[in-house]
């Protein structure tokens, strides 16, 4: 019998996997990664702007002052995570598009690691929060593919948005795979950074109680300071005074502040304004006025922000772990220049050819940060921010590529308040992470072969100030703009979009004694200057930089007809969640025709489809026994309500969208199949129509028609069907330059 059924258990030795174990002393890990935040704007590199709680974390570690980026977020955010150059792992330019080259998918390659698959061998848990945009935006929908996600690159948990922006009190929010609906609102008190950082304390107290001693990566991205800039409105005011004096006086009073607190050279000089920026005084009292509350939503979408970091740091410190961790403090590029000379308090409108005149700013300036606001300042605020470096965020000037950075492990690190200089990378992050964790990047992962990493650790610049400079030169490109750092020098080349390559004029500049590019060497050292614009295209050779594609509109075109010009209708079923806008029917410039099928009994109300929210969109809803479609365009709207009650016995209800070759478009409300009412529409949908997605059955954001959110349909909703003529005419380069300000 023995012989039968083997040994007994007392007999037996069963056989454990070993758990991965992370090297003695690892640190806890936290990354918190600003969008669009300039080089002067923490308070500690100069800027007036209260962030007491990032300053009282640099006074614990370091300030970088020659960190620097790729120019624009999807492209830094792909080098921070994998520790190489962002062509080389697929991402050279936006997650929005493929253009079907090698450094040009969207998405991180197989073969570029990211910080979390290296760190997961060794034992580390990793969560991921906030922005994350480095996914194709066509692979976000509920379907995926989730390869390129947070859970498939790595992360363990994931509560966040996938796209460059979003409503920060009605965000496109995801929970690890799947979307969410916010769990309030902006009548309830509800803001994206207050339950960012909610969930972060979270998932760290829930980390503490099952496995305290286990290391942690918690990587945050908050949507600040992106546009739509949206903070408390009593916060935002309480800037006017700070900011009245205008850009010209506050670049000149960052740089004074800069220069005490050693974060850049006494000798450093400050640029002439960027080209298109009026001085201050030449602007009325009025449009200043307008100027001074733009710029007082993003210092108080900062401030809001560092209030609630402190929460979370302030958590660290009361459970015990803030000697064990390991902080980052940056930003993912310079400020952003898509504000335009005049701003907006809600781009929206003027994205899709609908003006907005000073007089409807000046008389909206009270609703500026607000719910049915989509705002962003004026270039010459995004200078300020950038202070003392010329350009702003898609350039490769300074303005664009040179942010702040702050580093502090107490345990691991003695540096206390201190500024170093050193040239650094985003590339160079992962490979300073290992190499102060003490670990080596692993050969495969999920049994892909990986390429080596392309970043150079700068972790002994962070205990030695004399630690030798970085070694390897390091390339930039965006948009055709391009640079190169070697040996303390830096060649660089702004490009007018649509010029030829050959055309474009270097600039040769010794950063090592001309902190903000002041000074041109270019005629004196022309040698040096062809050697290195040599190293320039020998590095873009190897990096899959080439070929160079300085085009905006023609490349999300592109996009939009390899990945939605083959679809034409849409069924959307009872039960169905929410759909990303990226996914949803494309409606712009173009006719339709939507209608759901339902089944009444009398006296219902609510929406039948809702895309968008207060600030762009359209809505097919019912009320007050009428079928109404809403148009909104920048808070414009238009409505067309039915002629008569629809009748208990209705059973398809729907819309008409007719396009012309001058503009206006026709919307058309049917009932079951029969003409109930029409309206022509000054504006429609050219570029765009909204940053938030689609929902049938209810209203799930910010309402885009006068009706309280979400306003649920009351009757039965069986399916909802879009269908898109093929007539659509797009303006690629409109389009693409409201794509960019998503970015």
């Given at each position: 019998?023995?012989?039968?059924?083997?040994?007994?258990?007392?007999?037996?030795?069963?056989?454990?996997?070993?758990s991965?174990?992370?090297?003695?002393?690892?640190?806890?890990?936290?990354?918190?990664?600003?969008?669009?935040?300039?080089?002067?704007?923490?308070?500690?590199?100069?800027?007036?702007?209260?962030?007491?709680?990032?300053?009282?974390?640099?006074?614990q570690?370091?300030?970088?002052?020659?960190?620097?980026?790729?120019?624009?977020?999807?492209?830094?955010?792909?080098?921070?995570?994998?520790?190489?150059?962002?062509?080389?792992?697929?991402?050279?330019?936006?997650?929005?598009?493929?253009?079907?080259?090698?450094?040009?998918?969207?998405?991180?390659?197989?073969?570029?690691?990211?910080?979390?698959?290296?760190?997961?061998?060794?034992?580390?848990?990793n969560?991921m929060?906030g922005?994350?945009?480095?996914?194709?935006?066509?692979?976000?929908?509920?379907?995926?593919?989730?390869?390129?996600?947070?859970?498939?690159?790595?992360?363990?948990?994931?509560?966040?948005?996938?796209?460059?922006?979003?409503?920060?009190?009605?965000?496109?929010?995801v929970?690890?795979?799947?979307?969410?609906?916010?769990?309030?609102?902006?009548?309830?008190g509800?803001?994206?950074?207050?339950?960012?950082?909610?969930?972060?304390?979270?998932?760290?107290?829930?980390?503490?109680?099952?496995?305290?001693?286990?290391?942690?990566?918690?990587?945050?991205?908050?949507?600040?300071?992106?546009?739509?800039h949206?903070?408390?409105?009593?916060?935002?005011?309480?800037?006017?005074?700070?900011?009245?004096?205008?850009?010209?006086a506050?670049?000149e009073?960052?740089?004074?502040?800069?220069?005490?607190?050693?974060?850049?050279?006494?000798?450093?000089?400050?640029?002439?304004?960027n080209?298109g920026i009026?001085?201050?005084?030449?602007?009325?009292?009025?449009?200043?006025?307008?100027?001074?509350?733009?710029?007082?939503?993003?210092?108080?979408?900062?401030?809001?922000?560092?209030?609630?970091?402190?929460?979370?740091?302030?958590?660290?410190?009361q459970?015990?772990?803030?000697?064990?961790?390991?902080?980052?403090?940056?930003?993912?590029?310079?400020?952003?220049?898509?504000?335009?000379?005049l701003?907006?308090?809600?781009?929206?409108?003027?994205?899709?050819?609908r003006?907005?005149?000073?007089?409807?700013?000046l008389?909206?300036?009270?609703?500026i940060?607000?719910?049915d606001?989509?705002?962003?300042f004026?270039?010459?605020?995004?200078?300020?921010?950038n202070?003392?470096?010329r350009?702003?965020?898609q350039?490769?000037?300074?303005?664009?590529?040179?942010?702040?950075?702050?580093?502090?492990?107490?345990?691991?690190?003695?540096?206390?308040?201190?500024?170093?200089e050193?040239?650094?990378?985003?590339?160079d992050?992962?490979?300073?992470?290992?190499?102060?964790?003490?670990?080596?990047?692993?050969?495969?992962?999920?049994?892909?072969?990986?390429?080596?990493?392309?970043?150079?650790?700068?972790?002994?610049?962070?205990?030695?100030?004399?630690a030798?400079?970085?070694?390897?030169?390091?390339y930039?490109?965006m948009?055709?703009?391009?640079?190169?750092?070697?040996?303390?020098?830096?060649?660089?080349?702004?490009?007018?979009?649509?010029?030829?390559?050959?055309?474009d004029?270097?600039?040769?500049?010794?950063?090592?004694?001309?902190?903000?590019?002041?000074?041109?060497?270019?005629?004196?050292?022309?040698?040096?200057?062809?050697a290195?614009?040599?190293e320039?295209?020998?590095?873009?050779?190897?990096?899959?930089?080439?070929?160079?594609?300085?085009?905006?509109?023609?490349?999300?075109?592109?996009?939009?007809?390899?990945?939605?010009a083959?679809?034409?209708?849409?069924?959307?079923?009872?039960?169905?969640?929410?759909l990303?806008?990226?996914?949803?029917?494309?409606?712009?410039?173009?006719?339709?025709?939507?209608e759901?099928?339902v089944?009444?009994?009398?006296?219902?109300?609510?929406?039948?489809?809702?895309?968008?929210?207060?600030?762009?969109?359209?809505?097919?809803?019912?009320?007050d026994?009428?079928?109404?479609?809403?148009?909104?365009?920048?808070?414009?709207?238009?409505?067309?309500?039915?002629?008569?009650?629809?009748p208990p016995?209705?059973?398809?209800?729907g819309?008409?969208?007719?396009?012309?070759?001058?503009?206006?478009?026709?919307?058309?409300l049917?009932?079951?199949?029969?003409?109930?009412?029409?309206?022509?529409?000054?504006t429609?949908?050219?570029?765009?129509?909204s940053?938030?997605?689609l929902?049938?059955?209810?209203?799930?954001?910010?309402?885009?028609?006068?009706?309280?959110?979400?306003?649920?349909?009351?009757?039965?909703?069986?399916?909802?069907?879009?269908?898109?003529?093929?007539?659509?005419?797009?303006?690629?380069?409109?389009v693409?330059?409201?794509?960019?300000?998503r970015?």
């Amino acid at each position: 019998m023995a012989g039968r059924i083997g040994r007994t258990v007392a007999e037996s030795t069963p056989e454990w996997p070993e758990s991965p174990r992370p090297p003695k002393g690892a640190p806890n890990i936290l990354v918190v990664l600003f969008d669009d935040v300039g080089f002067s704007d923490f308070g500690c590199y100069g800027s007036p702007i209260r962030t007491p709680n990032i300053d009282r974390v640099a006074a614990q570690g370091v300030r970088m002052a020659g960190f620097h980026t790729t120019a624009m977020c999807s492209t830094t955010r792909a080098a921070l995570l994998t520790g190489r150059n962002h062509h080389s792992v697929g991402v050279g330019c936006l997650a929005n598009f493929d253009s079907g080259y090698p450094g040009y998918r969207g998405k991180i390659a197989k073969e570029a690691g990211t910080l979390p698959e290296m760190l997961r061998p060794h034992g580390y848990r990793n969560y991921m929060l906030g922005k994350w945009h480095v996914t194709p935006l066509t692979e976000t929908g509920p379907s995926g593919p989730f390869d390129g996600w947070p859970l498939g690159r790595g992360f363990d948990r994931f509560y966040g948005f996938m796209d460059a922006e979003t409503d920060q009190y009605s965000p496109e929010l995801v929970r690890d795979n799947t979307p969410i609906t916010p769990p309030g609102t902006f009548e309830t008190g509800y803001h994206l950074t207050e339950d960012l950082v909610d969930q972060s304390i979270r998932y760290l107290a829930d980390h503490m109680a099952d496995a305290p001693q286990t290391p942690w990566l918690l990587w945050l991205a908050p949507g600040a300071c992106h546009a739509p800039h949206q903070a408390p409105a009593d916060l935002i005011k309480s800037y006017d005074a700070v900011f009245e004096g205008g850009w010209d006086a506050e670049r000149e009073r960052r740089l004074a502040r800069q220069k005490a607190l050693g974060i850049v050279p006494r000798d450093t000089r400050l640029p002439e304004r960027n080209e298109g920026i009026r001085p201050w005084e030449s602007y009325s009292a009025d449009e200043r006025r307008v100027f001074t509350r733009l710029q007082s939503a993003f210092a108080a979408m900062l401030d809001h922000t560092d209030q609630h970091l402190g929460r979370l740091f302030d958590f660290l410190e009361q459970a015990g772990v803030r000697d064990d961790t390991l902080i980052l403090i940056l930003s993912d590029n310079g400020a952003s220049q898509e504000g335009g000379p005049l701003g907006f308090v809600n781009a929206m409108g003027p994205f899709n050819f609908r003006g907005e005149p000073m007089e409807e700013k000046l008389a909206r300036i009270d609703d500026i940060g607000g719910p049915d606001t989509h705002s962003n300042f004026p270039q010459g605020w995004a200078m300020a921010s950038n202070t003392p470096l010329r350009r702003y965020k898609q350039n490769t000037h300074g303005g664009g590529i040179r942010d702040p950075l702050v580093i502090s492990w107490p345990k691991g690190l003695p540096a206390r308040g201190e500024v170093r200089e050193r040239f650094a990378h985003a590339s160079d992050l992962v490979p300073t992470l290992l190499d102060l964790i003490g670990v080596q990047p692993p050969e495969q992962v999920a049994g892909v072969a990986q390429m080596p990493l392309e970043g150079e650790s700068f972790a002994a610049a962070l205990t030695d100030p004399a630690a030798p400079p970085r070694a390897k030169p390091q390339y930039f490109e965006m948009f055709g703009h391009r640079g190169l750092w070697k040996d303390g020098w830096k060649a660089v080349a702004f490009h007018p979009p649509g010029t030829p390559f050959d055309n474009d004029r270097w600039e040769l500049f010794h950063l090592d004694k001309d902190f903000s590019e002041t000074d041109d060497f270019a005629a004196r050292e022309p040698a040096k200057l062809q050697a290195m614009i040599d190293e320039w295209w020998a590095m873009a050779e190897a990096h899959q930089v080439l070929p160079l594609d300085d085009r905006f509109g023609p490349r999300f075109a592109e996009n939009s007809e390899r990945f939605r010009a083959s679809r034409s209708r849409f069924v959307f079923h009872a039960g169905m969640g929410h759909l990303p806008t990226d996914v949803a029917p494309d409606v712009r410039a173009r006719s339709y025709v939507i209608e759901a099928h339902v089944a009444l009994t009398g006296g219902e109300e609510g929406v039948l489809l809702a895309h968008g929210d207060a600030t762009s969109g359209y809505s097919l809803y019912l009320k007050d026994g009428r079928l109404h479609h809403t148009l909104n365009i920048g808070g414009q709207k238009t409505t067309v309500s039915s002629d008569r009650p629809v009748p208990p016995t209705a059973t398809r209800l729907g819309v008409s969208a007719r396009r012309s070759d001058e503009g206006p478009r026709t919307f058309t409300l049917t009932i079951d199949g029969q003409p109930a009412g029409s309206v022509t529409a000054t504006t429609g949908f050219v570029t765009l129509i909204s940053w938030s997605g689609l929902d049938i059955g209810l209203d799930r954001g910010s309402p885009v028609a006068d009706y309280p959110a979400p306003f649920s349909f009351t009757g039965v909703l069986k399916k909802v069907t879009v269908k898109l003529a093929d007539d659509q005419a797009l303006d690629g380069d409109a389009v693409g330059e409201a794509e960019m300000a998503r970015q």
